[in-house]
């Protein structure tokens, strides 16, 4: 078992930034590639970002490339969203997830199907 929560959610102004971290406990971190979801209301929930175990491969969503950021830091358990020209279309619940493999695939990496565990979520607001 992994056990996912995140924090650094709250309300920003258009063209503000955030930083989302996900705190992992449990099994060992970089053994999972790691990703970010969001699920705005009324909508599916989509991919955003990923990371493999190593960080040396990242995956991102077309809406938020050149604007986000994945990372993480496995000394720390934790993977990180930097999110910069926050859009009020980025407004939406975030979730991390870990996936069941360490060196994913693009389609496996974007793919919710593939993720095991999942955090709780944190509310990211843009207001314009």
């Known amino acids: 078992q992994v056990q996912l929560v995140e924090s650094g959610g709250g309300l920003v102004q258009a063209g503000g930034s955030l930083r989302l971290s996900c705190a992992a406990s449990g099994r060992t971190f970089n053994n999972y590639a790691m990703g970010w979801f969001r699920q705005a209301p009324g909508k599916e929930r989509e991919f955003v970002a990923a990371?493999?175990?190593?960080?040396?491969?990242?995956y991102y969503a077309d809406s938020v490339k050149g604007r986000f950021t994945i990372s993480r830091a496995n000394a720390k358990n934790t993977v990180y969203l930097q999110m910069n020209s926050l859009k009020p279309e980025d407004t939406a619940v975030y979730y991390c997830?870990?996936?069941?493999?360490?060196?994913?695939?693009?389609?496996?990496?974007?793919?919710?199907?593939?993720?095991?565990?999942w955090g709780q979520g944190t509310q990211v607001t843009v207001s314009s």
């Open positions: 997830a870990a996936h069941r493999r360490q060196n994913p695939t693009a389609a496996q990496a974007m793919g919710a199907i593939w993720y095991d565990y």
């Open positions: 990371i493999n175990w190593s960080g040396g491969s990242t």
